[in-house]
């Protein structure tokens, strides 16, 4: 696939630059310690994780991808699920291997590149500072920047507004069903990884690659 065209590249974070799932389940577990439930297995919070803290909080404590939990509960679980992820944002969470490279790459053809995720902005910009992963984005959009998130293409749709792009100049690189949904919708590329949180060769994206870099020789000009 020739993506020559593409004027800019953007990135969701949590498990497509970053694998957050060591920091993401400590800060679940010691929520549920905290709420007198027992701890759940790394890999069934990670099951969990996509559409937001709040949706992680729910899905947490109830232990059910759809399920809400009781509004008092929640509350107390969410105060002590952002405070204690706050501070132990990146003890275990680890940048993708290629990722840096990759960024470099991309930033070497002058392309804009930004980070969209579902994560709030308020967690999503200091772990990017804390991993030395935030100078090559000009642009960072959490989940709770505008008023609609992924799978919404409202985030996408701005991104492309304040880069002075149209919708299908940008290509959507991510690991999940969300990812692909906003692409689709906005109307820009979808690219998934294959080392994600999810079956890339389900999400049905135009483009599956291995690493970031992939995607500097899919752009370059010869």
């Known amino acids: 696939m020739n993506l020559k065209s593409i004027q800019a590249v953007a990135f969701d974070l949590d498990g497509t630059l970053v694998d957050s799932i060591p920091d993401l389940a400590n800060a679940a577990n010691a929520m549920r310690a905290h709420l007198g439930l027992p701890p759940l297995e790394p890999e069934r919070i990670k099951s969990h994780v996509g559409d937001g ?7 947490a404590i109830t232990d059910e991808r759809h399920a809400e939990a009781d509004g008092h509960i929640w509350e107390r679980g969410y105060r002590f699920f952002v405070q204690h992820y706050r501070e132990h944002l990146a003890d ?41 992963l935030r100078d090559p984005f000009s642009l960072i959009l959490g989940g709770d920047t505008l008023p609609e998130k992924k799978p919404s293409a409202l985030p996408l749709l701005h991104a492309c507004q304040v880069l ?19 692409a689709r919708a906005a109307g820009s590329l979808a690219i998934a990884v294959d080392y994600g949180y999810a079956d890339a060769s389900a999400l049905g994206a135009d483009l599956t690659v291995g690493s970031i870099a ?6 370059k000009n010869d």
Do not use: C
């Open 92 to 132: 275990q969470t680890t940048v993708y291997a290629g990722v840096r490279d990759g960024l470099a790459l991309l930033r070497a053809l002058k392309r804009p590149l930004v980070v969209i995720t579902n994560k709030s902005e308020r967690l999503a910009v200091p772990l990017l500072e804390q991993l030395e």
């Open 164 to 182: 002075g792009i149209q919708p299908n100049e940008l290509a959507m690189v991510g690991d999940s069903p969300n990812d692909v949904s906003a």
């Open 53 to 59: 803290i709040a949706s992680l909080v729910h899905r």
């Open 214 to 219: 992939e995607l500097y020789d899919l752009m």
